[in-house]
């Protein structure tokens, strides 16, 4: 497969799509992002990797990094415990909703929602010395990249206006779904939103999902293959919020979104692909990134059905 030739058309077709979504300006420092940025990445396993557009640029990942720390708290504390405090099922609610909660007692739909990723911070922070550093030395593992960082303007901008965040976190307190200070939480939750990345890191790092939990530039394992499918399955569900069905029907595979704008998705056994434009459609995902995603699926022939 010419996977060059495949991305350079789609650089060529989503321009006129570029400019039509929504920058996430809730986040104040988010909206200061060119609205025209688009980058595509393709890594082959323990292949190639190609490339298109603004792909070596890093950008706020933002909810990209809960798949991150989601493999770090079941690393932690296994699965048993962590489906104790967090569910498994798609949230058909936006990714910030306080009303789930409440009538669900406090037990997160699942760990991508924030108010999950929430309780993950609080299981890295609970069972690590530093979780804020344990979640950047692993991510920089992930994508073989020790240069990876946290903007912190972002994670600065986050905290002053994440009022629905600080809320989420207030709700799980209240119902003894977290065991370290709210403040905490919230501080490591906004670093790791914060983490800057390119689709090409992107890539690297979610080439593991896609090879059943080994990394594959050493032969590590860092997650059983068992593992890799819950979590390979949770994304499938829950990756891309209450657009799920809508996203699984157009692109076909697992992955993650951001309101960055990058969306990270692979074949598992084939192959990792990022996408990234800061332009977001109304649930939040990349407008330009998923319909991208949905072209190289359409024009490759490839998904996971
Ligand atoms: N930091 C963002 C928030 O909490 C992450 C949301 C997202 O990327 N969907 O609102």
């Known amino acids: 497969m010419d996977y060059q030739t495949v991305l350079e058309e789609i650089f060529e077709e989503i321009k006129p799509f570029v400019s039509k979504g929504k920058i996430a300006d809730y986040i104040p420092a988010l909206a200061q992002v060119p609205l025209e940025k688009f980058g595509m990445a393709v890594q082959v396993l323990k292949g190639n990797t190609f ?136 501080d490591v939750y906004f670093h790791q939103c914060a983490l800057s990345m390119s689709c090409v890191d992107l890539c690297q790092s979610f080439s593991t999902l896609a090879n059943h939990g080994q990394f594959p530039l050493s032969g590590k394992q860092i997650l059983t293959p068992s593992q890799a499918k819950r979590i390979n399955a949770l994304m499938l569900t829950c990756g891309t919020y209450d657009a799920v069905g809508d996203f699984a029907y157009r692109v076909g595979l697992p992955g993650k979104s951001g309101v960055g704008g990058g969306i990270a998705a692979f074949i598992p056994g084939r192959l990792s692909i990022t996408a990234w434009s800061p332009g977001l459609n109304k649930s939040g995902n990349s407008l330009a990134g998923t319909l991208a995603l949905e072209w190289f699926t359409t024009k490759t022939g490839m998904s996971i059905f």
């Open 51 to 186: 490339f298109v557009g603004d792909a070596l640029e890093s950008f706020s990942i933002q909810s990209i990094s809960k798949a991150y720390t989601l493999i770090l708290a079941l690393q932690l504390i296994g699965e048993g415990n962590l489906l104790k405090r967090i569910g498994r099922e798609p949230s058909g609610n936006a990714f910030n909703s306080l009303v789930q909660l409440e009538y669900e007692n406090g037990i997160p739909r699942n760990p991508f929602v924030n108010a999950g990723a929430l309780v993950l911070a609080d299981i890295i922070l609970s069972h690590t010395k530093d979780a804020s550093q344990t979640i950047l030395d692993f991510v920089r593992e992930l994508s073989d990249n020790q240069n990876i960082h946290v903007d912190v303007k972002v994670a600065e901008s986050e905290k002053q206006a994440g009022f629905r965040n600080a809320a989420l976190a207030n709700f799980l307190k209240s119902y003894g779904n977290l065991e370290n200070d709210v403040e905490k939480v919230l």
